[in-house]
């Protein structure tokens, strides 16, 4: 088993799908607001960024950096 499977069954349920979304997304997408996210995967922005956390600082197929604060955090996602 890959060390990314092995990690991605350690995340939550709200965590895996704002994990997928990602990879999903990213691939014609550079930034992500967590609002934005939010209303896609009917979260709140503040679910979004507390669960992007661990997906920050996990070992997975997708970088995620916090970017910017305005109008919501700005999250900078690299496949």
């Known amino acids: ?6 990690a991605t069954t350690d995340l939550s349920t ?9 990879r999903e997304n990213a691939q014609t997408k550079t930034y992500f607001k967590s609002r934005l996210i939010g209303e896609d995967l009917e979260m709140t922005a503040k679910e979004v960024g ?3 956390t ?3 600082r996990g070992e997975f197929d997708v ?3 916090k970017w ?3 109008s919501s955090t700005t999250w900078k996602v690299t496949v």
């Open 1 to 6: 088993m890959s060390t990314s499977t092995a």
């Open 14 to 22: 709200k965590q895996h799908r704002i994990l997928e979304y990602l």
């Open 68 to 70: 910017g604060y305005s």
């Open 50 to 52: 507390t669960n992007m």
């Open 63 to 65: 970088a995620v950096e």
């Open 54 to 56: 661990a997906i920050q």
